[in-house]
């Protein structure tokens, strides 16, 4: 939708949720440039992660940390900021802020303090994955990273059982195998796509069931972040014939 208006570039007291790339860095909207060159402040996830995007587009900001230790302290002061008459611009080390990153309290401080807050759409993990994973897009629930806990994690994984859609998660390194036996357990029949470093150099999509993915993907050493999904829609007993309508082609 585009009407062909566009709105200031900045404005005072106003906080901005600016979404910054995943990996290629010039995976980043000309908006989103615009609005962290004018802002007064820019609060980061890592300031020293987000000096590589900054000094690449040669942006020199004043910079305040805002990560998911200090979040809560942080939000009272970028609230503070914004009284003073700032603009704030949030980023995080890499795609939307409050997505499975900080930025969920700044909002709700910022919006309970009556101050304005504006997002700046851009790069995000979850759409690229879900859209070259094949999988239904119309219908999909997205819950981030799952519980550390294996019993926990399980609990969480048979919850979602009775969702209808795209399941999406995601998965670090140290625990995308832990997480993929406890699929392969839990929908066995299941088809899974798993999408690793979306933009980055080691950048690749496993498809397959669960069980197949862990064999798959056993020589890949190459550590990475990882977004998950699995069909939850494609499921059948063995014995449950498929319908007319299930082959039909709109």
Not at 44 to 59: A, G, M, V
Not at 74 to 97: C, H, K, M, Y
Not at 103 to 132: N, Q
């Amino acid at each position: 939708m585009a009407d062909g208006q566009e709105r200031n570039a900045v404005e005072s007291g106003t906080l901005y949720l600016v979404s910054t790339p995943i990996g290629n860095l010039e995976d980043i909207t000309l908006r989103a440039l615009k609005v962290l060159n004018a802002v007064d402040v820019i609060a980061c996830e890592d300031t020293r992660h987000s000096l590589k995007l900054l000094n690449y587009y040669k942006i020199k900001k004043r910079l305040v940390a805002y990560h998911s230790y200090n979040e809560r302290n942080s939000s009272f002061g970028l609230v503070q900021l914004l009284e003073q008459g700032n603009s704030v611009a949030v980023i995080t080390d890499g795609g939307t802020p409050c997505i499975s990153d900080p930025g969920v309290t700044a909002v709700r401080a910022c919006i309970e303090a009556g101050f304005s807050v504006v997002a700046v759409p851009g790069a995000t993990a979850v759409i690229p994955a879900l859209v070259v994973s094949g999988m239904r897009t119309d219908t999909f629930h997205f819950f981030g990273f799952l519980s550390c806990k294996g019993g926990k994690r399980r609990h969480e994984l048979e919850a979602m059982r009775s969702l209808d859609g795209t399941l999406v998660l995601y998965e670090s390194t140290h625990r995308i195998f832990k997480l993929l036996a406890d699929i392969a357990e839990i929908f066995p029949h299941y088809q899974v796509c798993v999408c690793k470093e979306i933009s980055k150099i080691n950048e690749k999509v496993y498809r397959g069931t669960a069980a197949q993915l862990l064999k798959n993907m056993e020589e890949d050493k190459n550590a990475g972040e990882y977004v998950v999904m699995i069909a939850n829609y494609l499921l059948r007993k063995k014995d449950e014939a498929i319908s007319e309508k299930d082959i039909q082609v709109e």
